[in-house]
């Protein structure tokens, strides 16, 4: 097989991270920062993508990286409107759509109006690859029980589709072959049922459903939430804060830091073990209801993310719920790999790129 030279980006917040791979091989990565001060320049997000394309260009060259040798450039997909999983042509509709923020605006839109275009500047294809948007629920997955507020998909699409078609790959079948049940478990969880290819049912893992993280809250008592939200002494921004970035494991201890949480079982701390304990029994009881969405028919319960290195996480959750399936651990994940891995299916002819 020819070599496929592939440039990665994926931008954050406050840096972007980019990556020269040939194949599934990774020959270059780097992440170049941005100071609050250069972004200040900035006031909106579309606004940065010369300063951080220039800096992409500037980066390759500083690191003898010819830019005419890459054969494809591949985007972190951003708030498009809901679409099934796959890799995606970067094409005008969907260039435009991440440069408006069609569903909402964040720096991973960057991703594939940069590999747009740089791709067009060396006459290369561009991509981005399963998006957070990828919505593959049922039907009956989509009532809440309130007319008007269907359920949304919003999960680590990246990462859950990277693992699953690796390990569909592993043990020598197809993925829409099988039917997984995924957990990514970072700051925030998505535990998905996948059935022959399609993630059909997935608790929204941003706004306040499934169990709760080390950082967001997950489902609560709705009632209590309004109450809350009526009671004067709260912001709405303020209330949003705590669903996302001060719920979960932090409002408890404190920290999100799941090593620090750790130590603190190992030293004695009643609360912190208690909150872990509570977390797993959360996830476990996610991970049951991915189950029944399936029929019970399950070939692999899969955990993934930077959680999946603790222990204390993956033995509790396989106490619980080995007796469904066997449990593979993917720990960490490299959205950079899954990136290179989406375009490479497509290059090689191994996948059709999706539609828009």
């Given at each position: 097989m020819a070599v496929i030279r592939s440039l990665i980006i994926n931008p954050g917040s406050t840096s972007t991270k980019i990556a020269v791979y040939e194949n599934d091989e990774k020959v270059f990565d780097k992440t170049l920062r941005h100071s609050v001060e250069e972004l200040a320049e900035y006031a909106t997000i579309p606004d940065q993508k010369d300063f951080r394309r220039d800096i992409i260009v500037e980066a390759l060259k500083e690191n003898d990286i010819d830019i005419n040798s890459l054969d494809v450039c591949v985007g972190r997909g951003g708030f498009l409107k809901p679409i099934h999983g796959g890799t995606y042509e970067v094409t005008d509709e969907v260039y435009n759509d991440l440069l408006v923020g069609r569903t909402g605006q964040h720096a991973s839109n960057l991703g594939g109006v940069l590999a747009r275009e740089i791709g067009d500047q060396?006459?290369?294809?561009?991509?981005?690859?399963?998006?957070?948007?990828?919505?593959?629920?049922?039907?009956?997955?989509?009532?809440?029980?309130?007319?008007?507020?269907?359920?949304?998909?919003?999960?680590?699409a990246l990462?859950?589709?990277?693992?699953a078609k690796r390990y569909a790959k592993s043990i020598g079948k197809a993925y829409n072959e099988l039917n997984l049940i995924i957990c990514h478990l970072g700051g925030g969880v998505s535990v998905a049922a996948h059935e022959k290819g399609k993630m059909i049912e997935v608790p929204d893992a941003l706004d306040g459903d499934g169990c709760f993280s080390p950082e967001r809250t997950g489902a609560l008592p709705v009632g209590r939430l309004v109450d809350l939200c009526f009671s004067g002494k709260y912001t709405e921004a303020e209330i949003r804060k705590m669903l996302v970035g001060k719920g979960g494991i932090a409002s408890y201890l404190g920290?999100?830091?799941?090593?620090?949480?750790?130590?603190?079982?190992?030293?004695?701390?009643?609360e912190a073990k208690l909150v872990m304990d509570a977390f797993v029994f959360q996830l476990s009881k996610d991970i049951g209801s991915a189950a029944t969405a399936l029929c019970g028919k399950v070939d692999q319960i899969i955990l993934t993310g930077g959680i999946a290195y603790d222990e204390l996480v993956v033995n509790g959750v396989k106490e619980r719920c080995e007796w469904i399936c066997p449990i593979t651990v993917y720990p960490g994940e490299d959205e950079l790999q899954a990136l290179a891995e989406g375009a490479l299916r497509v290059m090689t002819g191994e996948e059709e790129a999706m539609k828009y």
């Open positions: 060396i006459g290369a294809r561009s991509f981005i690859v399963d998006p957070v948007v990828v919505d593959e629920l049922m039907p009956v997955a989509r009532l809440s029980g309130l007319k008007g507020m269907d359920r949304r998909c919003i999960v680590h990462n859950q589709k990277a693992v920290t999100n830091n799941m090593i620090e949480v750790d130590k603190r079982i190992e030293a004695g701390d009643e």
